[in-house]
């Protein structure tokens, strides 16, 4: 390797290694709450391996959005609630359960004028906290 060759590639890597901690924190920065505060599909926190069982699912129909978390009822453990909530903050729709529910299925009606438009689903486990996913619906 020329000398020339070898510069670039010392500065290619001293670059790479000034920028890389300005990037993790502008990462950290950028999060609205540290990680466990709020779970996500991204950021699933300690929770890493419970994602599928807690994420809540939205389908549209029939005007209608329907969340479900594939997630068991048992008297123990279960999902305590749902929300659904748009990019404001205002609350379209909330649902309580209780641990005799069978299923953590909740069904708001979907606002006029919402279609393409960006909407969170919430879903609260007595035992692995609070999760959301973003939606469009
Ligand atoms: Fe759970």
């Known amino acids: 390797m020329n000398s020339r060759r070898k510069f670039m590639a010392m500065s290619a890597a001293a670059t790479a290694a000034i920028l890389m901690p300005v990037t993790n924190a502008a990462a950290k920065k950028s999060r609205r709450y540290p990680s466990n505060v709020v779970h996500t599909r991204k950021d699933p926190g300690v929770w890493n391996k419970k994602a599928g069982s807690h994420l809540p699912q939205v389908e549209v129909k029939n005007g209608k959005a ?72």
Request: glycine letters at 4%.
């Open 66 to 137: 329907i969340i479900r978390t594939l997630h068991p009822m048992t008297e123990k453990h279960y999902i305590v609630r749902h929300t659904l909530v748009d990019e404001y903050g205002n609350i379209i729709g909330a649902k309580t359960f209780s641990n005799t529910d069978e299923k953590a299925v909740s069904r708001f009606k979907v606002p006029a004028n919402s279609k393409g438009k960006k909407y969170f689903a919430t879903s609260y486990c007595n035992k692995h906290d609070f999760w959301v996913a973003p939606v469009t619906l």
